[in-house]
């Protein structure tokens, strides 16, 4: 058998919900957070999207080898690697060139970014001899000053995020998977979050992202998920769903936000309300998303769809069952 | 309303300096805050909601003095932090009539229609019955909006507002601060630049502590004019533009194409690649881009 790329195989995976999410605690404790989801990820940035609670995080949890699937198997390089499976050789061989950022983590509090980082390096069996290279890339790349000996107890919430980046990609990892790894970022340091996960999925690894700002996914991502209730709405480019949204994106100019006849913000049965914005001389100029074949009153001109109008698209017409209700 | 800010400074301790003469006129509408971690913009709210004193400087609120007048500002002030706490027991009903009460609504009845207003208008109206703590952190922040709505503000001040909400309720959000822009001034601190793009209609980028933008979104975009590239090269170059860390090019996105890179680049003039690189200037050059160049730039 031919592995010439590296690929991670979702087959069938179940899973209940992993709690991290207040409706998931409080209401539906016995629910399915991951309902039957195949994909092969293959080498490349897939951005895993969707709302609150539809089960990103036990998805990467499940890929991450942390949690085992009820049903279902990770297979990695044609070998069963979830922690369900038998061979826990196949499973230390997997973990060894994985980079895991969870949604939260505990970090030493008084060690430096420098040294945690580097400790990481070591527990994840970085060749010695370029080690510390490898740690001040890995950091320089997060936006960390190497030199900085500051304890992470006196770092900021997004410097402990960067910290925890910068170990995940170490190791220069051939699967990384990271939850949320922009939050609490400003705008130059999740550019530079997004080159660092350029360069590695560049370099061959299959890099899996969830995020909840689609404008941080835009352009980066090869691929794109979105789930909703533990099940994929959508798989595939991201060019891919805003051709599915096209022509059912439109803009229009209303003299003032009673006028633009929405019940705000989220617009009338027919149309969503994607952006509204005030513009100079006070009229308001709205986009919103429409269901296909939606007949337009003048006023509304066609406008090419983003990818997050795209997302709301999919999100609000895109499944017929949503669409009827 | 029309909010003034003259010369303002803050400093905490005697080397760290959060405002630097700031100077800024902001009128109704809604005015997006950007800027790197730590610029200074939650001390710029801050001072704006009257919860700290500037180290000098004056802001005026329709002409009446901030520091010196902080009831009358309060009276006319919503305001939304980047976190807060509520009454996990209690139901939105029961949290906007305590905060009412607190705020000064003395009426009853007044004060419980405007809460059934606020409540639908957050959309909030249909969970009134349950308690806070089983809200998910979209609702949390929509009662939070709602909380800083009681008393009809006429200034709103929301910081980071969108942290943990997920793609639709970010949408709604902004959504709703656009709408009700209005005659109020709405202020808001975030690090989407795509949100201030979609519904600001005029805004500011602070660096430690100096504002070194000001004007509408647009003007941003047009100050970025010949800034922003689209080259096609080799993977080679590409990996060289990305990894040297040529402090005079910076790469904010590439694609595939065939053998070759598209990669889209900010650069102060025409990147010079030699013969093998072909560069245009991108055509849609958006407000994220020019933010970056803006940053850039020194």
């Known amino acids: 058998m031919e592995t010439t790329r590296t690929e991670l195989v979702a087959s069938s995976l179940w899973a209940m919900g992993s709690g991290t999410h207040r409706q998931v605690r409080s209401k539906a404790k016995r629910a399915w957070a991951v309902c039957g989801i195949d994909h092969v990820f293959v080498a490349g940035v897939t951005a895993v999207v969707g709302p609150n609670g539809s089960g990103k995080t036990t998805l990467l949890r499940l890929l991450a080898t942390i949690r085992a699937p009820a049903r279902g198997e990770v297979v990695f390089e044609g070998r069963r690697v979830d922690t369900g499976g038998v061979s826990s050789a196949d499973i230390r061989r997997y973990r060894a060139c994985l980079g895991y950022l969870p949604q939260s983590f505990g970090l030493y509090p008084g060690m430096s970014s420098r040294q945690f980082v580097r400790y990481i390096g070591e527990l994840k069996a970085v060749d010695p001899r370029e080690l510390d290279e490898r740690v001040d890339r890995a950091l320089v790349m997060c936006g960390l000053d190497p030199a900085c000996n500051r304890t992470l107890s006196r770092r900021s919430e997004g410097e402990r995020r960067r910290t925890g980046l910068a170990a995940a990609v170490v190791a220069w990892p051939r699967v990384a998977i990271l939850d949320e790894p922009m939050r609490s970022s400003d705008p130059i340091e999740r550019l530079r979050c997004k080159g660092l996960l350029r360069a590695l999925a560049d370099a061959g690894a299959v890099c899996i992202v969830a995020s909840s700002a689609i404008s941080d996914v835009d352009g980066l991502c090869d691929r794109l998920l979105v789930l909703d209730g533990g099940r994929l709405a959508f798989a595939g480019a991201p060019h891919e769903l805003t051709a599915m949204a096209q022509g059912c994106v439109f803009t229009a100019e209303f003299p003032s936000a009673a006028a633009c006849g929405h019940q705000p913000p989220t617009g009338t049965v027919d149309t969503v309300i994607a952006s509204a914005s005030r513009r100079p001389g006070g009229t308001m100029r709205v986009r919103a998303v429409t269901p296909p074949g939606w007949t337009r009153s003048p006023e509304w001109v066609p406008a090419r769809p983003s990818l997050e109008e795209a997302y709301l698209w999919l999100r609000t017409f895109g499944a017929s069952s949503s669409y009827r209700d | ?298």
């Open chain 2, 1 to 298: 309303m029309h909010i003034e800010i003259r010369s303002l400074f803050k400093t905490y301790r005697p080397n760290t300096v959060a405002l630097s003469d700031v100077n800024l006129g902001i009128g109704a509408g809604m005015f997006g805050l950007l800027g790197p971690n730590g610029a200074g913009k939650t001390t710029l709210m801050r001072i704006l909601a009257t919860l700290i004193d500037p180290t000098s400087g004056t802001v005026s609120v329709d002409g009446i003095d901030v520091q010196h007048n902080k009831e009358a500002i309060r009276r006319q002030l919503g305001y939304l932090p980047q976190s807060f706490g509520l009454y996990p027991r209690l139901n939105p009903v029961e949290t906007l009539d305590y905060i009412g009460t607190l705020k000064g609504l003395p009426d009853p009845r007044e004060r419980r229609r405007r809460i059934h207003e606020i409540l639908e208008t957050v959309n909030l109206w249909e969970h009134r019955r349950r308690k806070v703590r089983e809200f998910s952190g979209g609702m949390l922040q929509r009662l939070g909006i709602a909380q800083a709505l009681l008393g009809d503000p006429r200034l709103l001040i929301v910081d980071e507002p969108t942290a943990g909400l997920d793609p639709e309720e970010r949408i709604r959000f902004r959504n709703l601060l656009a709408m009700m822009s209005g005659e109020r001034v709405v202020l808001l601190s975030t690090h989407i630049v795509a949100d201030v793009e979609s519904s600001c209609s005029d805004m500011a980028v602070i660096r430690k502590g100096r504002v070194i933008f000001r004007g509408a979104p647009e003007d941003l975009v047009r100050a970025a004019d010949g800034k922003v590239w689209q080259v096609r090269c080799s993977r080679s170059m590409f990996e060289r533009l990305r990894d040297a860390g040529e402090r005079t090019i910076t790469v904010i996105g590439a694609k595939d194409s065939g053998d070759m890179v598209e990669v889209r680049v900010v650069c102060a003039g025409r990147p010079a690649l030699g013969e093998s690189a072909s560069v245009s200037a991108a055509p849609d050059a958006t407000l994220e881009d020019a933010y970056i160049a803006l940053m850039e730039a020194v």
